[in-house]
């Protein structure tokens, strides 16, 4: 198959691109369309949203490079978004939608103190630029060899050009469209290239001669080892998901979309499958591709390998753009969850305009693209990175919802010791000696203890 990019890849390339831009360009001149769809989406597109915010370029970029490298076992990537977004579902998925304001830090500013608001915005404002900076760090890394000779930052900044341009007419309206003509499209790309890669590699006799079974030790079980999976990683990344989604700004914002709680919650449900079946199909489909071709210069790159290798003509250009279309759905679901965090914790009412969100936007987009050409370089241990901010508002968050006794000191003290700890895992422990098991078995306990112990000898905090 001619593996070189032609006029029919160019031609599904920007007609499935063209589609989507178009379909996203309603244009919202009102505030409460623009931040929160009116509050009335329905069971499917808040399942379309909620999937392609998840389903990004940066985790879909790392999750195949170790499926490539360790084979089918890589399934346990995956299952992390299957259980942390089920434990979303269980516990505050509900509570979100019954609060339903404009930002999920609104909460620790009416449950605790003001001061407390601003500063758990601050810390989700500077996960979210980790975020989107490793997002489009790996949507210019997929069409880097597509633009042979130009540099890394130009084209990154033509491709964030490009989100921003799509997500600036209707905000989260604009994002919510996009994400429902991308939710379909991917819905029969992925799993045809597993069934694509599965048909030429040989299928399981395939995977079985690529990834002999003595290439890991499973006994005991805390012992069990891959050179690039170990279960030490894969068990700290499960927790760190289950304490750092339930205060994810861009889920919150959709939960305060959803038209009423019981789609809210059934919406989270039915998006955490979905999740882990798209995840999982590329996490297999980069195995057989390791059948095929094991000599790849770089895993990360082995989903658009994929799609220019398995794909025929034009229908590889969709391809593309659908890997494209992941990068923008997710970016800009962050970017909208941003603005309006900076309008509801920050702002006056004048910050909660129309005008005045794109002009949010646009900031947030060169923020991300500085960040990818200066900060980032390995894709999964910097989104992973990102987190620290997050998880040391589990207890507050937690509590806030389904503890009363929770004090405004506990929730500080709590919160301080979180950052801490993560922070100080990464630097004293580091990457290589596996500090996301430090971070994540020892920190989060250490988090809920100081919480609880902090609020059992405080006052308890005043309740708005």
């Known amino acids: 198959m001619d593996q070189q990019w032609g006029a029919l890849d160019a031609l599904g390339f920007f007609g499935l691109l063209a589609i989507v831009v178009q379909y996203s360009a309603r244009v919202a001149a009102r505030d409460q369309a623009f931040m929160l769809a009116d509050r009335a989406l329905g069971l499917f597109p808040l399942v379309a949203t909620l999937v392609m915010t998840e389903f990004n370029t940066s985790t879909l970029l790392a999750f195949s490079a170790v499926g490539y490298r360790a084979g089918p076992m890589a399934l346990a990537l995956p299952l ?53 900076a490793t997002y489009v760090k790996s949507l210019g890394l997929i069409f880097q060899p597509m633009a042979a000779g130009l540099p890394f930052p130009l084209i990154s900044a033509a491709l964030t050009g490009i989100v921003l341009l799509a997500i600036l007419p209707g905000g989260l309206v604009s994002v919510v469209r996009a994400d429902v003509i991308s939710f379909c499209v991917t819905l029969v790309l992925l799993p045809t290239l597993l069934v694509v890669g599965t048909a030429r590699s040989g299928a399981l006799g395939g995977l079985a001669a690529a990834f002999p079974a003595d290439q890991l030790t499973v006994a005991p079980l805390e012992q069990w080892a891959h050179p690039e999976l170990s279960f ?7 927790v760190l998901t289950c304490f750092t989604y339930i205060a994810a700004p861009w889920y919150g914002q959709k939960m305060f979309a959803a038209k009423d709680t019981r789609t809210a919650v059934t919406a989270v449900a039915i998006s955490a499958c979905l999740v882990f079946a798209l995840y999982g199909s590329m996490v297999l489909a980069a ?28 229908i590889r250009g969709v391809g593309m753009a659908v890997l494209f279309t992941a990068a923008l759905t997710t970016l800009g679901g962050v970017w909208s969850a941003m603005a309006a965090m900076v309008a509801a ?88 000696g596996g500090y996301t098991w430090v971070w994540a078995i020892y920190g989060v306990p250490l988090i809920f203890a100081t919480g609880i112990a902090v609020s059992l000898v405080s006052r308890a905090a005043p309740r708005e």
């Not at 030490?232 to 499960?238: A, E, K, N, P, Q």
């Not at 894709?379 to 508002?393: C, D, E, F, Q, W």
């Not at 919802?401 to 000191?409: E, G, K, L, S």
Request: zero cysteines.
């Open 80 to 132: 992390v978004f299957l259980i942390g977004l089920g434990f979303y579902t269980v516990t505050v998925a509900k509570a979100w939608k019954q609060f339903n304001r404009l930002s999920v830090a609104e909460l620790f500013a009416r449950r605790y103190s003001a001061n407390l608001g601003r500063f758990a915005s601050l810390l989700l404002l500077a996960a979210m630029s980790g975020f989107s």
């Open 232 to 238: 030490r990683f894969v068990t700290s990344l499960i």
């Open 287 to 314: 195995a057989h591709l390791r059948v095929l071709e094991p000599h790849l210069a770089d895993p990360q790159l082995a989903v658009p390998t994929m799609v220019l290798h398995w794909l025929p003509p034009a």
């Open 345 to 432: 914790d920050f702002g006056s009412m004048r910050v909660r305009t129309v005008r005045a969100q794109r002009g949010l936007l646009a900031a947030f987009a060169l923020v991300s693209w500085l960040g990818a050409v200066f900060l980032v370089d390995d894709i999964l241990s910097r989104l992973i990175l990102a987190n620290v901010p997050v998880a040391g508002l589990a207890f507050a968050l937690l509590a806030g919802f389904h503890w009363p006794r929770a004090t405004t000191a506990a929730a500080w003290a709590s919160t301080v010791v979180g950052i801490v700890w993560g922070a100080g895992a990464f630097l004293i422990v580091g990457e290589a």
